[in-house]
């Protein structure tokens, strides 16, 4: 399901977690290495008509992982200590675009963050551009003395878990 879609089946939740990835630049993401072990580094996950990208420069290891593995996880940052906004994370399939969505997507954030018209934008020969298939969202808050999990997945839909 792609980010669009999962805004139209659980609205508030895609919403204030798209605000948690808005409200700073970089994130984590956790991809799977050739031997199955984790692997963490550091992204830039953007939201862009309808879709969750994430780009990876040439040569990437992460890059490598998601050609290889799709399965990802990303987790936006979290600098607030009491977690008053939340804490978000998103876990899908990674699809790599072709060559004309992420021209459009790397256009869109060059026109966005430059308004410059001039700088190229097209996808390096080697980087690659990832759509992500979303299968969990998940945001977590603390609400007094619980913590408060609210989650959606395409077979139980949202469910809060509370706990103490």
Known sequence: MNWS???TVAPELASTIQQRFEAHLHHVVATLRRDGSPRV????????????????MPGSRKGDDLRRDPR???????IDVEMKDGDAKIA???VLVNREEASRF????????T???DIDTDPPVD??????????ATLTKVDGDE????????TDGVRTIRRK
């Not at 913590?147 to 395409?154: D, G, K, N, R």
């Open 92 to 94: 899908g399939r990674a």
């Open 115 to 117: 308004g410059a018209d």
């Open 41 to 56: 580094s550091g992204t830039e996950a953007r939201f862009f008509d309808g879709e969750l990208y994430l780009g990876c």
């Open 72 to 78: 990802v996880a990303l987790h936006a940052a979290t």
């Open 127 to 136: 980087g690659d551009v990832f759509a992500i298939d979303v299968t969990e």
């Open 147 to 154: 913590l408060v999990i609210e989650t959606w997945s395409p």
């Open 5 to 7: 879609q999962l805004g």
């Open 106 to 113: 790397l256009r869109s954030l060059s026109d966005h963050e």
